[in-house]
């Protein structure tokens, strides 16, 4: 179970990097518009592309530190940097989820909570 844990925490970890360059580098295209909802020339707007790059940058810094965590600690600090990074991305997705769609808290909510169980269990 250790293995599912850490795959399932570095997946989490990947989606927050994939997240981050969709809304940092790629806000126009055409998955951005499937994934967001938007239109091109909303996605185009010089204010929405500056939001989504402050949101990919923070995406970002998410991504990183799961990622780093699993990488770079030892067992006891990685647990609670992993807990704190995941419970980060599961609060977003509740907001997220609240006040955007539903789906938010599917795509990276689920996953995250998942990870934080699995995490409090087995690590």
């Given at each position: 179970m250790l293995a599912f844990t850490l795959g399932l925490v570095?997946?989490?970890?990947?989606?927050?990097?994939?997240?981050?360059?969709?809304?940092?580098?790629?806000?126009?295209?055409?998955?951005?518009?499937?994934?967001?909802?938007?239109?091109?020339?909303?996605?185009?707007?010089?204010?929405?592309k500056a939001l989504f790059k402050n949101l990919g940058l923070y995406n970002g810094f998410i991504g990183v530190g799961i990622l780093w965590s699993l990488f770079a600690?030892?067992?006891?600090?990685?647990?609670?940097v992993l807990i704190l990074f995941m419970g980060f991305v599961v609060l977003a997705a509740i907001v997220g989820a609240v006040t955007i769609s539903r789906r938010i808290f599917v795509v990276q909510g689920?996953?995250?909570?998942?990870?934080?169980?699995?995490?409090?269990?087995f690590v």
């Open positions: 570095g997946v989490v970890g990947l989606e927050h990097l994939f997240i981050m360059w969709l809304e940092m580098f790629q806000s126009t295209g055409r998955i951005a518009q499937q994934t967001f909802g938007g239109d091109q020339s909303f996605l185009e707007q010089l204010q929405v600690l030892p067992t006891l600090e990685m647990r609670a689920l996953p995250a909570l998942l990870a934080v169980l699995c995490v409090l269990l």
